[in-house]
């Protein structure tokens, strides 16, 4: 079988799982580090010749990530693809198994067992103790997290209560002020796809903690979902003023 992936975390489960079957992927699949494949430029812009040209069994996608009209380009092709719904921890393990053991016939791998059990224990999302926060993704505009994100889920199983989770958009777009005056007790910055830093973030938000986590282990639903819940929680656990 001959596999391109256009979403980088469906690449490294890919990759993580029967690397042999990918021939192509977008720029920004960046894991793993050494992934040898034909490259078709973006997730919002991919190549349709290039992709039609390596002659793929499957094309990997996700509804919130690429776009339509690239999708039914590649159908119309005579290509098949498999399209992602993903917003909820949940939704990630199924559909990571939908993909490896129904898309590709693959065994379902052992990394996917040691992802779920690393979530299994935690508590369940609602907490009363949870700490209020914000959870940018941009700014010039600022966006946050809002409804219904695979993020924000992430992060109610992890204490945390994302402040803009009853917004009517996923992804609203909130002046830094409005941010403040919601009385956060948390902001929480991953570093991407707005890469926030010690210096490009934080001083935006005077006084409240601020968590610098990994993007990846925050947004990716692949291989990294093992590790993330102990990765993300060490990040949390050293938000500072």
Not at 2 to 7: A, C, N, Y
Not at 67 to 82: Q, W
């Amino acid at each position: 079988m001959r596999v391109v992936s256009l979403v980088p975390s469906l690449t490294e489960a890919v990759a993580a799982t029967a690397p042999g079957l990918l021939v192509g992927a977008t720029a920004w699949c960046s894991h793993p580090a050494d992934l040898d494949v034909v490259r078709v430029k973006g997730t919002k812009n991919p190549d349709v010749p290039a992709i039609t040209g390596l002659a793929p069994d499957l094309v990997l996608a996700n509804e919130e990530e690429n776009r339509e009209p690239d999708l039914a380009a590649l159908r119309a092709a005579g290509i098949e693809v498999l399209v992602t719904e993903i917003r909820t921890l949940e939704q990630a393990f199924a559909e990571l198994e939908r993909i490896l053991v129904g898309g590709c016939g693959l065994d379902r791998p052992r990394w996917l067992d040691q992802a779920e059990a690393a979530w299994r224990d935690l508590p369940a999302p609602g907490s009363p103790t949870a700490r209020r926060a914000v959870v940018p993704v941009w700014r010039r505009p600022w966006m946050v997290l809002g409804r219904d994100t695979f993020a924000g889920d992430v992060l109610s199983r992890l204490g945390v209560a994302n402040l803009y989770a009853g917004h009517a958009d996923r992804y609203p777009k909130i002046p830094v002020g409005e941010l403040l005056a919601a009385g956060p007790d948390l902001v929480v910055l991953p570093d991407e796809p707005y890469v926030f830093t010690p210096d490009d973030g934080p001083e935006a938000f005077p006084g409240l903690p601020c968590a610098l986590v990994s993007g990846r282990h925050l947004t990716w639903y692949g291989p990294s979902l093992a590790q993330a819940p102990a990765v993300l929680a060490a990040a949390l656990r050293a938000a500072h003023p």
